[in-house]
Every structure is written in structure tokens, then in C-alpha cells.
């Protein structure tokens, strides 16, 4: 693999794996009882406002719905998430957080935040704007693969 290739393979799949270090280190200091992957369920739903479906949550997250039920079943065992009929069709539920999933949202929201400031404080606008660009072209690739 020609250098450049090998360095960019080694850059993404390390910022990936210390990205997941930082939360989960984030987690485990602030006594927090849950998953990375727990984490973005909780923030997936949040961006989801008033609630989502099972069906909605799995197909934002491209998993399977029952994949969804358990993990949703274990976020509201552990109250930050509750599930609630759907008004106008009392089949359906939908997924919320609790008022204890909304203030760990947006615990990971500042840690998000301080991260981004961290990393960028010392950029100038157009090193931002490249980096931006390049993240958004490495982000598009991504999302034809999947």
C-alpha cells in the first residue's frame, strides 16, 4: 500500500478508536451506567424530538428491529428511556427519553462540544473550512457504502 494510503487507513481507523476511547472514558469518570452504543441510541432518539418508532430508530441506525426492542427494553429498564402509545394509532409505539435521558443527552452533547473546540481552537477559518470539506467528502464515501 503506497504511503499515503497507508496513512490515511491508519489516521481513520485510529480517530475512530480514540473517539470511542474518549466516550467511554467519559462514561466510566461520570459514573454513568451505559454503552457507547447505548450513548448513540440515547442520541439518536433525542434528535428524534417527541419520540420515535422501533422501526424508525432501526432504520437510522440500519440494524434490525428486534436488535432496537432490546436495546430500547434495556434503556428503559435503566429509566432514561420510556415507550408510549402513539396517539392516533395505539399499535404503534414510540420511543422517548425520560427526563434522565434527556440530561445524559445532553452530557454528551458538552463533551461533543468541548471536544470539537478542543480540536479546533487553534485552526484559522480556512484550515476549518478544509478540514470541513474533507471530512464531508470522507463522510459522503462512507454513506454510498452502506
Do not use: W
Amino acid at each position: 500500500m503506497p504511503m499515503f494510503s497507508t496513512e490515511l487507513n491508519d489516521l481513520l481507523v485510529e480517530i475512530y478508536r480514540n473517539i470511542q476511547i474518549l466516550e467511554e472514558s467519559e462514561l466510566k469518570k461520570n459514573r454513568l451506567n451505559l454503552s457507547i452504543n447505548e450513548m448513540h441510541l440515547i442520541e439518536l432518539i433525542a434528535k428524534g424530538g417527541a419520540g420515535m418508532t422501533v422501526s424508525e430508530i432501526a432504520q437510522q441506525l440500519k440494524v434490525t428491529k428486534p436488535s432496537v426492542t432490546v436495546a430500547v427494553n434495556k434503556l428503559v429498564q435503566k429509566g432514561y428511556c420510556e415507550k408510549r402509545r402513539m396517539e392516533d394509532d395505539g399499535r404503534a409505539v414510540l420511543v422517548a427519553l425520560t427526563p434522565a435521558g434527556r440530561k445524559v443527552d445532553a452530557f454528551h452533547r458538552r463533551c461533543h462540544r468541548s471536544m470539537i473546540r478542543e480540536i479546533s481552537d487553534d485552526l484559522t477559518e480556512a484550515e476549518k473550512a478544509d478540514l470541513l470539506r474533507t471530512m464531508s467528502r470522507i463522510n459522503s464515501y462512507f454513506r454510498t457504502k452502506i
